[in-house]
């Protein structure tokens, strides 16, 4: 008890001298509308006593890589309840961690879903099957959580359009989130064209989609890649498209 008691007195007296630095950042983020950990008595329930009292003294970071680490064991050892408990935690310690979200996102729309599509010890396929897509939802709120918390980077609104298209086959929401990925800096160059494959695919948005794509391959031959060619003469067959009008 002793040696708790002096681990904690000295977190606090470092605390004491990082505070002031964290709360100027904290100024600096809330000026810039970023989201910030806000230390109150959900934060506690979620990272326990002493990762609460290492979060006020200024180790969030320190705190939220020994518990990714942790959530790297249990993925190892298929413990998606613990995978979803440790990814919880550190995202709530560092909310503007991109990593994290995506990671979390993944274990649980991809990894733990997978699982539970095959898991041996289920013989029912209805409950396999329910079973993954509450998986997928997990992982949709980790990456809905994270685009609050980072309005402005592509990387999540791009997740979370592979998630629409992979796992929900969800054509029309998959173009919503790639497109809005294409309008942020630094978002890929392809996340425009893969927007487009979507509304394409998505039903009765298919005339939109084509005009997407016909579009892109006006703008000349870099766009012109085999999969844009496969939509458009596949939509140019679907919609009827008269033949001077198609491409070569």
Known sequence: MTRIAAAITALLLFGAVCWPIEHALSQSHRAHRL??????????EQVGQLGFVAALSGFRALVADALFIQAHVAWERTEWGRVLFLFRQVTTLQPRA????????????????????????QPRLDFRVKAAREYFDLGKDFLERGIKNNP???ELYE???????????????????????????????????????????????????????RGLYDAGERERLPSLLRHLKELEIKLDVPAHDRIP
């Not at 989201?35 to 506690?44: A, I, P």
């Not at 991109?98 to 010890?121: I, K, Q, R, Y």
Request: proline share 4%; no cysteine; glycine share 6%.
């Open 35 to 44: 989201q910030t950990v806000e230390f109150d008595l959900g934060l506690r």
């Open 98 to 121: 991109v990593l994290f979200w995506e990671m979390g996102a993944w274990h649980m729309a991809w990894n733990a879903s997978t699982f539970a599509l095959n898991d041996p010890s």
């Open 152 to 154: 402005d980077r592509p």
């Open 159 to 213: 997740a979370l359009a592979r998630l629409y298209r992979d796992k929900y086959l969800d054509h029309e929401h998959a173009a919503e989130y790639f497109d809005k990925a294409a309008t942020l800096p630094g978002a890929h160059a392809y996340v425009k064209r893969f927007a487009a494959y979507e509304l394409a695919q998505s039903p009765g948005r298919e005339r939109d989609g084509y005009r997407r794509l």
